[in-house]
């Protein structure tokens, strides 16, 4: 049973456009969100988080936005660039011991 | 400072065979995680140990099994492999704390395959 859902495989982008990464999950109890960037034969690496408690979270180029209503979250990065080519993941937990990660979204941007 | 260091990096084995993964977590972080990557399945968690006890456990066979040292480095096992156990497995180490919410830093994962 997937709780967290990534359901574009992938995605294409032109550079210095926006690139805008979807999440979807069904836990109504997780209540703290982080979005992962990983390479071909490295680990995943952290980029941005959220908790419930808020609704958007900037770091530079990008950007986390949470609708709890929804249960959705998104990543958006701003301009992008073809060093952000890379499979983006989403996770959430509801404890901070245990992520429920998605399937991933495999980023491609376009020089 | 060091990373997370998982060894070995890949490993060959064949069905029925067993494998044990190791895991050196950056130092200070007493949280250990192990996930198991396959294509279309995103991360699976497996377990998670701190202070050597396992603390989560995911939805895995008893094949699967892990323990963590005085020392916070962990180790996986697999008993009796099969063809699909084949994924890259990745292990996490953060500082959490029960109730604490910090993402983790992965290792490069230990890239298993079963013939």
């Known amino acids: 049973d997937q709780q967290v859902k990534q359901n574009s495989p992938s995605l294409s982008v032109q550079e210095g456009r926006i690139s805008i990464l979807n999440c979807d999950y069904t836990?109504?109890?997780?209540?703290?969100f982080l979005w992962y960037k990983k390479y071909p034969a490295e680990g995943p690496t952290f980029l941005i988080s959220?908790?419930?408690?808020?609704d958007k979270n900037e770091d530079g180029r990008f950007t986390v936005f949470l609708n709890k209503s929804a249960k959705h979250l998104s990543l958006h990065i701003v301009p992008s660039q073809p060093g952000d080519s890379a499979v983006y993941f989403c996770?959430?937990?509801?404890?901070?011991?245990?992520?429920?990660f998605g399937t991933g979204t495999s980023l491609t941007v376009i020089p | 400072k060091a990373g997370v260091t998982q060894t070995p990096r890949y490993l060959i084995k064949t069905r029925g065979q067993q494998v044990t993964l190791s895991c050196s977590p950056i130092?200070?972080?007493?949280?250990v995680s192990w996930y198991q990557q396959t294509p279309g399945q995103g991360l699976q968690f497996l377990f998670e140990?701190?202070?050597?006890?396992?603390?989560n456990k995911g939805n895995f066979p008893g094949r699967f099994s892990g323990r963590q040292f005085s020392n916070s480095r962990s180790e996986m096992n697999v008993s009796t492999l099969e063809l699909g156990d084949s994924a890259l497995y990745l292990c996490?180490?953060?500082?959490?704390?029960?109730?604490?919410?910090?993402?983790?830093?992965f290792g490069s994962g230990t890239r298993l395959t079963v013939v």
């Open positions: 996490a180490s953060s500082f959490l704390r029960q109730g604490d919410n910090y993402g983790y830093t």
């Open positions: 836990n109504s109890m997780f209540d703290y």
């Open positions: 959220i908790s419930s408690i808020k």
């Open positions: 996770a959430a937990s509801t404890t901070g011991n245990q992520f429920y």
């Open positions: 130092s200070g972080h007493r949280s």
């Open positions: 140990y701190f202070s050597e006890t396992q603390r």
